[in-house]
């Protein structure tokens, strides 16, 4: 005598937050949306490509900044190597802005906002604008003259404007936070979403331009003498 098993039931998806999340999540990013494989052909443009040299700016800076911090001011401005990692620290930032900048203009003139993607370009100024405050406050933890200079001056600016008790660029240890922590988890989180809204709306077609010579000039132009032909 044979004991008939019964079939697996699947179990009930109960409705919770994080199903309709992840629900959410797929539709908006599929995984062929996410990571695609194939791309329209006016990707192969040279703004798009400075947007991949930002990235990877971006992405030396972290690197080298990680390597800073883990050994502290005096490595920096004394070690052969510590002022080698400085100098990768500085010319990565300084390509960085270089990249985004072209990537920004770039991207303004074939109006980018185009088809639902105002949230990819603000995201992408904002992020910019961060980014002028993180290198900001960079000058100002160099713990050197300039910093010095640099931090003697920004005071007498803020306070004219009534934010320097807000902001107090005389202090190292405050400055120093901004810079290696909320200023950059700020410029992260910006990207992050500006490469995944860049996912989910897709690349700007280009503008479309309107010839100003006719396609068939006996049909939709005059003539050589000022009549149409036939």
């Known amino acids: 005598m044979t004991t008939q098993v019964p079939p697996a039931v699947d179990p009930v998806e109960t ?15 599929p995984p062929e949306k996410l990571l695609p494989d194939k791309q329209p052909s006016y ?5 798009y490509v400075f947007g991949v040299l930002t990235l990877a700016a971006f992405v030396v800076i972290l690197v080298s900044g990680v390597v800073l911090v883990w050994r502290g001011p005096s490595w920096w401005h004394v070690s052969k190597v510590g002022l ?5 620290h500085l010319w990565s930032v300084e390509l960085f802005f270089f990249f985004m900048v072209i990537h920004l203009w770039g991207k303004f003139f074939m109006a980018a906002w185009r088809g639902r993607r105002r949230a990819t370009w603000i995201t992408g100024v904002v992020s910019f604008v ?4 993180t290198a900001f406050t960079g000058y100002l933890s160099q713990q050197n003259f300039d910093s010095q200079w640099i931090s003697t001056q920004a005071k007498d600016g803020l306070n004219s404007v009534g934010v320097g008790a ?3 660029v005389m202090n190292f240890g405050q400055m120093l936070l901004w810079h290696v922590l909320l200023l950059p988890v700020c410029v992260a989180v ?3 979403l500006h490469l995944l809204l860049v996912r989910h709306r897709g690349v700007v077609r280009p503008i479309k331009v309107r010839s100003a010579v006719p396609a068939r000039l006996g049909a939709d ?5 000022g009549s149409k032909e036939a």
């Open 15 to 29: 409705p919770s937050w994080t199903g309709g999340l992840r629900r959410a999540a797929v539709r908006a990013l």
């Open 43 to 47: 990707v192969a443009s040279w703004v």
């Open 84 to 88: 080698f990692f400085n100098s990768i």
């Open 130 to 133: 961060v980014s002028i405050g």
């Open 166 to 168: 807000l902001f107090n």
């Open 190 to 192: 910006l990207v992050g």
């Open 221 to 225: 132009g005059p003539g050589p003498d």
